[in-house]
C-alpha cells in the first residue's frame, strides 16, 4: 500500500513568490493534515481536513497561507507570498478518520527554502 | 493548551545498550493520548509506540517500551538492544480532548554508535 505521498521534495524560491505543495493522503483516509517543522523544532499543525471540509485552522496564517481538498482526497497548501520565516519544512499527514487519537501517517515532507 | 517538553537535545548509546528517552507534558485533560515518533534523516516521519492515558499498563513493541507515570506527566522511552538503524530524532507527542492535533516535543536526536 503506497504511503503519503508529497511533491515537491525541495523548492527554492525567492521572496515574495508564491509556491505550492501538493500531498495525496493514504487511500482511504479521510482525515489529512498539514504540519511546519521549522529546523530544530518539533511539527506544529497548519491545518486539519475531515474530507472536503477544514476543521481546525487555527493555526494557519491565513493572510498569506491557503490550503485546499476540493474533493476530499488530496490536498494543496499554497504560500502567497512567501517570506524568508517561511522556510521550513511542510509535511502532510493523513489518518483514517479525526474524531479519534489515530496513528497519524506522515510523508517525506517539502523543504522550502525562501532566500 | 497542551505543552510537550523532551529535555534531552541529543543523546548517544553503543549499539546493543539500552537508552532511555525523556518526556514531560503538561494537560488538563483526562482523556489523551501520548506517542513516540522517530523521524529518521530521511524525514519520513514513523510512529514507534502509543500509550493510552487511561491504560496503566506500559506499552511495549518489541525492543521499545515506555515507562508512563501519570500523576508525574511523564512519558519516557526506553530502547534495549539499540541498533544502528535507530539513529534518528525521536518526538515525543500529545493528543487529548476533543483536539485530535499531535502536539510535539522539540525532539531528541538519537545516535547509535557501533
Known amino acids: 500500500e503506497a504511503g503519503v505521498v508529497q511533491s515537491p521534495r525541495y523548492k527554492i524560491i525567492e521572496k515574495k513568490q508564491p509556491v505550492a505543495f501538493w500531498c495525496n493522503p493514504i487511500s482511504g483516509h479521510n482525515t489529512l493534515y498539514w504540519y511546519r517543522q521549522n529546523l530544530g523544532q518539533g511539527p506544529e499543525l497548519l491545518i486539519r481536513?475531515?474530507?472536503?471540509?477544514?476543521?481546525?485552522d487555527s493555526q494557519l496564517p491565513k493572510d498569506r497561507f491557503s490550503a485546499e481538498r476540493l474533493k476530499g482526497v488530496d490536498s494543496t497548501l499554497k504560500i502567497q507570498p512567501a517570506e524568508l520565516g517561511d522556510s521550513a519544512v511542510y509535511l502532510c499527514?493523513?489518518?483514517?478518520?479525526?474524531?479519534?487519537?489515530?496513528?497519524?501517517?506522515f510523508g517525506p515532507g517539502t523543504r522550502l527554502t525562501v532566500l | 493548551a497542551q505543552t510537550v517538553t523532551q529535555s534531552q537535545p541529543e543523546m548517544s548509546v553503543q549499539e546493543a545498550e539500552t537508552v532511555t528517552l525523556s518526556c514531560t507534558y503538561d494537560t488538563s485533560e483526562s482523556n489523551y493520548y501520548l506517542f513516540w515518533y522517530k523521524q529518521p534523516p530521511s524525514r519520513q516521519m514513523i510512529l514507534v509506540i502509543r500509550q493510552e492515558a487511561y491504560k496503566q499498563q506500559n506499552a511495549t513493541e518489541n525492543r521499545f517500551s515506555v515507562n508512563f507515570q501519570k500523576a508525574a506527566k511523564s512519558f519516557s522511552l526506553k530502547i534495549s538492544d539499540s541498533q544502528l538503524g535507530d539513529t534518528a530524532m525521536y518526538f515525543c507527542?500529545?493528543?487529548?480532548?476533543?483536539?485530535?492535533?499531535?502536539?510535539f516535543g522539540k525532539g531528541t536526536l538519537l545516535t547509535v554508535n557501533p
Open positions: 507527542a500529545f493528543s487529548g480532548g476533543s483536539n485530535y492535533k499531535l502536539t
Open positions: 499527514a493523513s489518518s483514517l478518520t479525526g474524531e479519534t487519537h489515530n496513528e497519524q501517517f
Open positions: 481536513y475531515e474530507n472536503e471540509e477544514a476543521v481546525d
